[in-house]
C-alpha cells in the first residue's frame, strides 16, 4: 500500500527554519516524483515545489531560494529545507507523489496520486 | 503560469440529484499524446485531497462511476450522475502539463 507521512511542522518565528520529513511507504522516493503542496484558507492549495527521480528540482516563485528539497533513499524519505520562513508560509504542507501511467508504451506523468495526511506549519512571533 | 478557474464556488445538491462542476484553464491543457493533463480531486473534511479523474476523463482506482469527467483544451467538467450524503466536501482541479502545477480555488459541495 502506497503511503506518505509527513512530520517536522510547527510553530517557527518569522525569519525562522523549519525541515519537514516525509517519509514513504509502498513504492521508492528515488523512481517517482515527489511533491510538496500547501494549503491554506485563503490561498486555497498552492504547490511549492518537487524532486524528479533523477534528482532535478524545482519551486513556486512564493519559496525560490528559501526552501530547498532533497531525499534520502537509504530511509525512502523526501525532505522540504524552509529558511527565512514568513508569516505567509503558514499552511498545511501535504508531500504528495507524481503518478506515472503508461500510454502507447510511453510512460507519462499526469498529476498527482498520493497525499499524505499533511502537517501544519505557523510562522508567528 | 497557468490559471485555473472553477466554478460554481459552492453548490448545494439534494441526494439522487446530478451536479456539475466547470474547470477553465488559461492555456490548452492538450499533451502530445492529445490528452488533455487535467485532474480532478476531492477532498472530505478532516482529510487529505484523493485523486477522482486523470487525463481529464479517467477515474482513478475505486472511484465510483457516478463521477465522470470530460472536457479538453482549457474547458472541463466534473459531473456526479447522482449525489450521495458520502460526496461532500471540496472539489478541486488541478493541471498536470507544466511542471509547477496549479489549482482550481475549489467547489464546496453540501447536500440540502
Known amino acids: 500500500e502506497v503511503q506518505l507521512v509527513e512530520s517536522g511542522g510547527g510553530l517557527v518565528q518569522p525569519g525562522g527554519s523549519l525541515r519537514l520529513s516525509c517519509a514513504a511507504s509502498?513504492?521508492?522516493?528515488?523512481?517517482?516524483?515527489i511533491n510538496w503542496v500547501r494549503q491554506t484558507p485563503g490561498r486555497g492549495l498552492e504547490w511549492v515545489s518537487v524532486i524528479y527521480s533523477g534528482g532535478d528540482t524545482y519551486f513556486s516563485d512564493s519559496v525560490k531560494g528559501r526552501f530547498t528539497i532533497s531525499r534520502d533513499n537509504s530511509k525512502n524519505t523526501v525532505f522540504l529545507h524552509m529558511r527565512s520562513l514568513r508569516p505567509e508560509d503558514t499552511a498545511i504542507y501535504y508531500c504528495?507523489?507524481?503518478?506515472?501511467?503508461?500510454?502507447?508504451?510511453?510512460?507519462?506523468?499526469?498529476?498527482?496520486?498520493?497525499w499524505g495526511q499533511g502537517t501544519p506549519v505557523t510562522v508567528s512571533s | 503560469d497557468i490559471v485555473m478557474t472553477q466554478s460554481p464556488r459552492s453548490l448545494s445538491v439534494t441526494p439522487g440529484e446530478p451536479a456539475s462542476i466547470t474547470c477553465r484553464s488559461s492555456?490548452?491543457?492538450?499533451?502530445?499524446?492529445?490528452?488533455?493533463?487535467l485532474n480532478w480531486y476531492v477532498q472530505k473534511p478532516g482529510q487529505s485531497p484523493q485523486l477522482l479523474i486523470y487525463l481529464g476523463s479517467n477515474r482513478a482506482t475505486g472511484v465510483p462511476d457516478r463521477f465522470s469527467g470530460s472536457g479538453s483544451d482549457t474547458d472541463f467538467t466534473l459531473k456526479i450522475s447522482r449525489v450521495q450524503a458520502e460526496d461532500v466536501g471540496f472539489y478541486y482541479c488541478m493541471q498536470g502539463l507544466q511542471t509547477r502545477y496549479s489549482f482550481g480555488q475549489g467547489t464546496k459541495l453540501e447536500i440540502k
Open positions: 492555456q490548452s491543457l492538450v499533451h502530445s499524446f492529445e490528452y488533455s493533463f
Open positions: 509502498g513504492f521508492n522516493v528515488s523512481d517517482n516524483y
Open positions: 504528495a507523489r507524481r503518478m506515472k501511467t503508461t500510454i502507447s508504451g510511453v510512460i507519462i506523468i499526469p498529476g498527482i496520486d498520493a
